[in-house]
């Protein structure tokens, strides 16, 4: 059995939905409270027993390099000033297992994972988009890595959601499956930002997948899609004709911080547990409640 060592965090988008803050810079670095959306979605991959990650970045993406490399001249003052922890900090975002390449052209997700064809090699992968952050108790990568290596075909995680947007995520029409676990289905087919007439279930994708190598010959015979772009969600699609791919509804909560109220939602929600920001952001958030109230 191959284990799932490796993952690819597509980040080469434009982030138009949060213009003109991303106009220069990564969407993928705007702070949550103190720590950059990326931090998060790096920090699942290997807390989910992922050996060595491949960021795709693009155009005006060379900050999020930056990021995770080493700043020897930032790293000796703060240490020849005695400021520990905060060396400690600045020392945290840089590990070994972390490797880049460049989308020049972005032409939609699916053409970002081919990229990723020659780290991944012949091995299974975990894909974790930028856009979403998730929690559980249990990392969701690692879920998935579980289920991929009990029954060795491709998954997804997805979040069951009511009144969805239209035309703005990705959904699963699903089939029963035969694996014992009333959390997984059979993917009949996904749809890619259907109209509300067209969603085909509750079952929104959550931005976390573990695929095949076999997708990267699919990926290299497939016209664009939806929005002129290559669509990840049309190769799977077509994978899963000949090959099984399940879902999973994740243990946990999914925040699309691609969204601007996604996004706010979580900055209120890491705020509230942040040490140093929890009891003042509580207090805060009561006053303007009984505000709101009035």
């Known amino acids: ?171 699963v029409q699903k089939e029963p499956s035969e694996v014992s676990d009333e959390t997984v289905f059979s993917v009949k087919s996904f749809v890619e930002k259907p109209s509300k007439a067209d969603q085909p279930s509750n079952l929104v994708i959550a931005g976390r997948y573990i695929l095949t190598p076999d997708i990267f010959e699919v990926l290299e015979s497939l016209k664009p899609g939806v929005d002129e772009e290559i669509q990840l969600t049309d190769a799977i699609n077509q994978l899963s004709q000949t090959n099984k791919v399940l879902a999973k509804v994740i243990e946990g909560e999914r925040f699309d911080v691609g969204d601007k109220l996604g996004y706010l939602e979580y900055s209120l929600q890491y705020g509230l547990r942040h040490p140093e920001t929890s009891q003042d952001l509580k207090k805060y958030l009561i006053e303007l409640v009984k505000q709101l109230k009035q």
């Open 1 to 171: 059995m191959t284990k799932v060592r490796k993952a690819v965090i597509p980040s080469a988008g434009y982030g138009t939905g949060f213009f003109p803050a991303t106009k220069a810079s990564s969407k993928e670095l705007l702070p949550i409270v103190d720590k950059p959306i990326i931090q998060f979605i790096v920090k699942e991959a290997f807390n989910s027993g992922i050996e060595e990650v491949l960021i795709i970045t693009g155009k005006q993406k060379r900050s999020i390099e930056d990021h995770f490399d080493s700043n020897y001249e930032l790293e000796q003052n703060l240490a020849e000033n005695g400021k520990d922890a905060l060396l400690n900090i600045v020392k945290s975002t840089t590990r070994e297992g972390l490797y880049f390449v460049r989308q020049s052209y972005p032409l939609g997700l699916g053409d970002a994972i081919l990229h990723a064809k020659a780290f991944v090699a012949n091995e299974p992968f975990a894909v974790l988009l930028g856009d979403n952050i998730t929690e559980g108790n249990i990392p969701v990568t690692k879920q998935l890595i579980d289920l991929y290596e009990e029954h060795q075909s491709a998954c997804v995680a997805v979040v069951e959601m009511e009144n969805t947007p239209e035309k703005k995520y990705g959904f």
